[in-house]
């Protein structure tokens, strides 16, 4: 009886109904079953044309859309001619792409990462990290790369928020339609869907496997939700960092050890394994057995194997943010695999424990990534040293800045972020396959070219286009959690183009409880009087909801607690779309950061107080918003423009777009990482993988042979009573005659090393060869060889001598590039100063002081080409020359190297008008010192200008308080000043500072200055030409003609101040830099005279009409605060100078 009812039970089975397009149509689902179309702006139009309401409704998804879609309306689309046509042309676009063939070949990657952010209708991301590894795929697509991605698939995915009257938030999890959902069952050659099982807790669990097309690349994903599986096995793919510890402890063996077996089961074989942080990490057990089993290697040379084609890249700036597991919950899931490993427990534990014996410390995700990949990467640049940092104990022994960790800084995909308003202007501005160049700063600086209307008009249509949303989406979400209507009434309209909305927009996790309390305040907040419709809270942060977010805000306000931001995209994302960041200097806006082009607040901390910081923090970021960024939006033109606005707009794509977009991130991961990891793996795998188990032997000998290491003699300085010597001769000479010439067991003359001694002469005649001639550049006037036999040689043997042995030795050792970089570093250490602008008027004479001082340790900084200044530099002493171009970068990796920067350099043309031109030299790059120099602690003195006077109408006293209100009556002085006005507001400062107001200087060495060199010079070569001098006319009443008056200063007092502020105690601040006593252009012209002994001849000409109302007629610097601050030297009067510079 029994029997029976079980053969006659119901039985129901699962089915599923294809919706049927019409013919025409057909193509539209092959475009909605790759995932292409959700970064073509083309393809986007195209859906939303279909039925945008009901696109919006269906979380903007095709499939779903398609699905939908009445006879009635697909009838219509038929017989639509435009939308046929635009059809057509986007799927021609899309074949046209599939089917392009790559252009160079590339190692196969495997990338495994446990999310992966594509677009909001699939739901297989939580945050950052799945977007970043989404924008990475889709990058990976467009430059045709050969990888493959792993990950899971998730039935619910990660939760949608909701928040409920009383501001509580909500987590509901909606059930994803796979059918609905661009996936295709992966198959195999008999047709039968791939599966794959994991052995764990002496049971096995299946996963099948999905194929979901990302353009080109093929992403796997791994789907437990079926009937083969116990029920809290089939939810282990059910929810996105969903469960306890031990789901995750499943979730990660289904990635790593499942996703490596799909691979298998698929036949690929990558030829590097890319880990997406330590989530995958289990991944590297599965190979190590498959290398035991397949090639019979030992567990050594399994773990060698596998680590020779693995890398790992960490997101976390925190300990605690890495995976672990308890040893007891580790034993019970994969004691199995020990098996597989033929190894012991032990064995595979110290992959992932630094104490074996401690069984409370538990496993470690990262350690078992790092300890297997032979190379380990973090995020940004900052967090490549945060990560050294965090896992320095895994290297005992050795300073954090040794290892061998990294750093690759995130990017983003730009098709996906960009506005179609940006990118239609981009293509337009920057030609139509700009994205092939993307990362080149040259192609984005013609956005400067850009009327301020055009990039103004598209910032206030994608602004408009947020208000829009977030009124929609504020009415939605008030209604439906039953808000007043009046007071929904209220907020929506408070929501206007022209007011502060500080809007706010996130997720807190389930477990995240501190994070769900900040959202219920921020709605409890939202709700007070004063901040209705001016604070807000967007629910459910989504992709979609992040792209209207980051095109049409004003300002990115993004400040973490550093160092807790190891990279963050959103600001990138912002930056796209011409939106300026106000963050903290954590994360990617430490590589970001460009003075003109956003704000950052300091970097270092104030308080070690975490509360005092963050009331310090806020206070200062009021302060910037009240102050700065909020009067210079409303500082708007007679054309409604604010000119200063948009240039930061421009400046904002121009200088940091280019360094984030997603072409360079996969770029540097192949220069730094790929492709040395493909060549190094390639040799090893070499006959056999016998190169490999030579470099086992090789490492298995050194650590036996290690303990028996003996140090025989130690030659050490004691730094702390004695001067470290820069190639002492004596100490040099002392040193190969004890430790080389008369070794303790042998002295006999035929262990002299004559090749050491050799190349060591021969180096010491090459640096002082080289000492002689390199500062005579092109010349080629080499000095008389007594001279450079003398000089060159002893310099060259006290440079060299100190160093030779090392450098034979390194060279002995076959490591040349070491051995090269040893060489260069005698050359380039210990530099005094700097010099910028080293081979201009004032700087080229400030050397010659120097140099006359006893000071020759100097690095020159400047445009050497031009032949002009040639004579002014090219005997000048120094150690080192440096183009102004590469001495940023330079700056900031040999910092320790400088004692001080005197940045001298300008674009001094008064009657330029293009004030780009002067703020990138004049205002930009000196912020770049400033902030290098600020940021390393180095004494860093500019020119600054009397030209930021103007007419003088606030007088010529170095006040700090009246900057702000100079009004410059060139872009030259503009620039200078606007330096000035920034340089007092920043609260992070070099430990010394000095800006000087230079006056009109004059002397040798401003030949090559052309017109804009001194009334001094112009006067002695008319009269040297003419015999008479030319003086511009008065063209005011209350100045005669000749009575124009100025204050010149003699380049040699010049000198003599900057020497002395820069080797006393002078405060930090502005100082004028003149004499005090203005003279006319009558007694300059009559002493000129004078000097040559030559009678005055004087013509008045009319002053060029381009610089007539620009034209200074009295100037004369007040010099009480140099005098107060302790300068007693007297000056060069008119008179001194001017005889004394006729006569050189």
Partial sequence: MTSNLLE???????????????????????????????????????????????????????????????????????????????????????????????????????????????????????????????????????????????????????????????????????????????????????????????????????????????????????????????????????????????????????????????????????????????????????????????????????????????????????????????????????????????????????????????????????????????????????????????????????????????????????????????????????????????TNPAVWGKIHQVPDTTILGIRRSLKKRLLDFVKNTLQTDFTRRGDNPRDIFEVINSVKEDALVIGFARKAHPADKGGQALIKRINEISHHEGFKGRVIFLENYSMEMAKVLVQGVDIWLNNPTRPKEASGTSGMKAVLNGVMNFSVLDGWWVEGYRPGAGWALPMEDTYTDTNLQNELDAETIYNMLENEIVPMYYDYNDKGISPEWVKQIKNTIADIAPIFTMKRMLDDYFSRYYQPIYQRSSLLKGGQYSKMKELLLWKSRVKRAWPALELVHLDMIDTANQSVPLGGCGGSVLRYLLGVWLPPNNAAMGNIPYHTLLANVEGCLLVGMLAQWLPLNSSHQLLPWRWLLITGFCGGFTTMSSFSLETIQLIQAGNTAHAAWYFFMTLTTSLGAVLLGAAGFIGAQMVKHLNQAGYTDLLLVDDFEPRAKLHNWCRLQHTMRVHRNHFVGWLDRHHAELETVLHLGARTDTTELDTNLFDCLNLHYTQLLWNICAKHQIPFFYASSAATYGAGELGYVDKHQIVSKLRPLNPYGASKNDFDIWALKQPQQPPRWAGFKFFNVYGPGEAHKGRMASVVFHTMKQIAETSKMRLFRSHRPDFKDGEQSRDFVYVKDVTKILHWCMTNSVPNGLYNLGTGKARTFFDLAKNTFLALGLEPNIEFIDTPADIREAYQYFTEADMTKLRKAGYKAPFYTLEEGIADYVGA
């Fill in 8 to 438: 006659n039970a119901l039985k129901l089975k699962r089915i599923y109904i294809e919706p049927k397009l019409p013919d025409a149509l057909k193509p539209l689902s092959e475009l909605a079953h790759n995932i292409w179309w959700c970064w073509d702006h083309d393809a986007i139009e195209l859906f939303k044309g279909i039925d945008e309401k009901k696109f919006i409704a269906v979380d903007y998804n095709p499939i779903a859309l398609l699905d939908e879609m009445g006879t009635e309306r697909a009838t219509a689309l038929v017989n639509d001619a435009d939308f046929i046509k635009k059809m057509k042309a986007v799927v021609a676009k899309f074949r046209a792409y599939m089917d392009e063939k790559p252009t160079s070949t590339t190692p196969g990657i495997g990338y495994f990462c446990m999310e992966y952010g594509l677009h909001q209708s699939l739901r297989l991301y939580s945050g950052g990290l799945g977007v970043l590894a989404g924008d990475y795929l889709k990058e990976a697509s467009d430059r045709n790369i050969n990888l493959v991605a792993v990950g899971l698939l998730y039935r619910y995915g990660y939760f949608q928020q909701h928040i409920s009257l009383h501001g509580d938030q909500i987590h509901n999890y909606d059930a994803a339609k796979f059918t609905q959902l661009p996936l295709t069952p992966v198959r195999d050659a008999q047709g039968d869907w791939v599966k794959v099982f994991v052995n764990c807790a002496g049971r096995s669990i299946w996963a099948k496997v999905w194929q979901l097309k990302v353009g080109r690349i093929s992403l796997y994903l791994l789907d437990t939700d079926f009937e083969d599986n116990r029920w809290e096995d089939r939810s282990i793919t059910h929810q996105l960092y969903g469960g306890d510890n031990e789901n995750r402890l499943r979730q990660e063996l289904i990635l790593g050890v499942g996703g490596a077996r799909a691979l298998h089961a698929m036949g690929i074989k990558p030829d590097i394994y890319h880990l997406n942080e330590g989530h995958a990490a289990f991944l590297s057990l599965e190979r190590i057995k498959n290398f035991r089993k397949e090639e019979g290697f030992s567990f050594e040379e399994a773990i060698e194997a596998v680590k020779c084609s693995q890398m790992f890249t960490t997101h976390t700036p925190v300990p605690a943010g890495h995976d672990v597991f308890p040893e007891s919950l580790l034993k019970t899931y994969i004691y199995d695999m020990i098996y597989d490993l033929d190894v012991s427990w032990a064995d595979m534990l110290q992959l992932g424990k630094e104490d074996l014996t401690n069984e409370s410390e538990p496993f470690s995700m990262s350690q078992l990534a790092i300890t297997t990949s032979v190379a380990v990467n973090g995020v940004s640049k900052l967090h490549g040293e945060v990560s050294q940092k965090m896992f320095n104990h895994l290297y005992p022994d050795f300073h954090y800045s040794e290892s061998h960790i990294g750093y690759v800084t995130n990017s983003v995909h730009l098709p996906t972020w960009v506005a179609a308003e940006w990118m239609e202007l981009y293509k337009k501005t920057f030609g139509k396959d700009f994205e092939k160049d993307e």
